[in-house]
């Protein structure tokens, strides 16, 4: 099942759903991301590599990227943060699933 209402999302409604969300790092022992920080992480993750609409195949695959990119840092420093990013876009895409941010 598409954990988008759609089987494709706009960019332009993904960027506004992160924009929106409140930028707590789940497990992040209180840290979180500013607006500008989301809006850095979205580019980041999505900028112009998927186009212009986003399918749910499209968004595990930005997080199953980050999952090899994890196993590859070798300071513990790089991998918290990759690992917070992991969580934050798991936590967007529970929100997205449940349509409690669309």
């Known amino acids: ?5 759609n089987k494709r999302m706009s960019l332009h409604e993904l960027k506004k759903t ?3 969300s409140s930028g707590v790092i789940p497990r992040g022992y209180g840290r979180r ?8 992480l979205f580019e980041e993750v999505f ?3 998927y186009g212009h ?3 749910n195949k499209d968004y ?11 196993s590859e840092v070798e300071t513990k420093e790089e991998r918290r ?4 990013k992991i969580r934050y876009l798991k936590k967007i895409e529970r929100k997205l699933h449940h ?3 669309l």
Do not use: N, P, T, V
């Open 1 to 5: 099942m598409s954990f988008f209402k």
């Open 18 to 20: 992160f924009l929106k």
């Open 33 to 40: 991301y500013s607006r500008e920080d989301r809006k850095m």
């Open 47 to 49: 900028g112009s590599k």
């Open 53 to 55: 609409r986003i399918s």
């Open 60 to 70: 595990k695959r930005a997080i199953y990227d980050f999952e090899k990119k994890k």
């Open 81 to 84: 943060i990759i690992e917070d």
């Open 99 to 101: 349509g409690s941010l």
